[in-house]
């Protein structure tokens, strides 16, 4: 498949009435770590085992660009630590990135370190809208007790955090729905929202999403020609995804894609959920949930 036009994304949204999309799971990273992180997919790491090329390995202003051709009103700018001491720099940049990207979601992210708690403050004092916690790939527990003023700072400030926390690719120490679950009973307020729909484990999550009125789910490679080889969602489970409708969100992983970005609108459109179930799902949700203009500006 060759990779979308502006135009056929657009007239994607076009045709549902929508202004634009909301994008709550996009990559946007320093240099050298985006580059470790395609080198990665290109060599099929353990975590992938697949083949992996990526569709829009494009330089970051060029990046920006396509998004805004697809006709993306607003998007993320998701970064992740591996280990302690890469947080607060990565917070550093990614406020710089919002600064000078304006429908950028400002974007940051956390790590269990004693200095936790003060550069997530800090993130949230300058304007972060979003955060992104990365389990399987950070090898941390959410309840880590270093966490536990973090998660208070953050569910007092009802600010969403994109959670990778369901065992796909591959299983994780701390993946799957059972320390997540343990986290919401601690702290059941908290805006989680679960990447990749949870997959593979789709039900349990939402079934949490079904529990805790804060936890929604992005769609991130669920449902596309891809992820269906590989953890297929279960047809049994499409009239919860139905009932869930107000907390599903847009999500891609763009760029980091092996398929075009029309794809995974196309995945969303053939689930036969209807046309009022997407709008929700790739602008209304979005737009309600980041305080953003209901009408392109």
């Known amino acids: 498949m060759s990779a979308s036009s502006g135009a056929e994304v657009r007239a994607w949204a076009a045709r549902l009435g929508l202004p634009g999309l909301v994008d709550v799971h996009t990559h946007f990273m320093p240099r050298n770590v985006l580059d470790k992180v395609w080198a990665y997919f290109d060599s099929a790491g353990p975590l992938t085992g697949v083949e992996w090329p990526i569709t829009y390995r494009e330089e970051e202003d060029r990046r920006i660009a396509l998004l805004r051709e697809f006709g993306v009103l607003a998007f993320t700018s998701m970064l992740y630590p591996h280990k302690a001491g890469m947080a607060a720099w990565l917070n550093d940049w990614a406020a710089d990135f919002a600064r000078r990207t304006p429908d950028c979601l400002h974007t940051a992210t956390l790590f269990p370190e004693p200095g936790a708690p003060g ?120 009239k919860r995804l139905a009932g869930l409708g107000d907390r599903i969100l847009l999500g891609t992983d763009f760029p980091n894609i092996p398929y075009p970005y029309v794809h995974q609108l196309h995945a969303l459109e053939r689930l036969g959920l209807g046309d009022d179930w997407l709008r929700a799902v790739c602008h209304g949700n979005g737009t309600r949930l980041f305080g953003l203009p209901a009408v392109a500006p």
């Open 119 to 238: 550069y997530v403050r800090d993130a949230l004092d300058r304007g972060a809208r979003v955060l992104k916690v990365h389990l399987q790939v950070g090898g941390f527990a959410p309840n880590d007790e270093r966490l536990d003023e973090v998660w208070g700072l953050v569910e007092d400030a009802g600010t969403p955090v994109v959670i990778h926390c369901g065992s796909g690719p591959a299983p994780g120490r701390f993946t799957g729905p059972g320390p997540v679950g343990r986290l919401l009973a601690r702290y059941p307020r908290l805006r989680l929202i679960v990447a990749h729909m949870g997959m593979p484990e789709y039900g349990d999550f939402l079934g949490l999403a079904e529990r805790y009125e804060g936890v929604h789910l992005d769609t991130t490679m669920a449902f596309t020609d891809f992820s269906e080889r590989l953890a297929p969602f279960p047809e049994t489970e499409l």
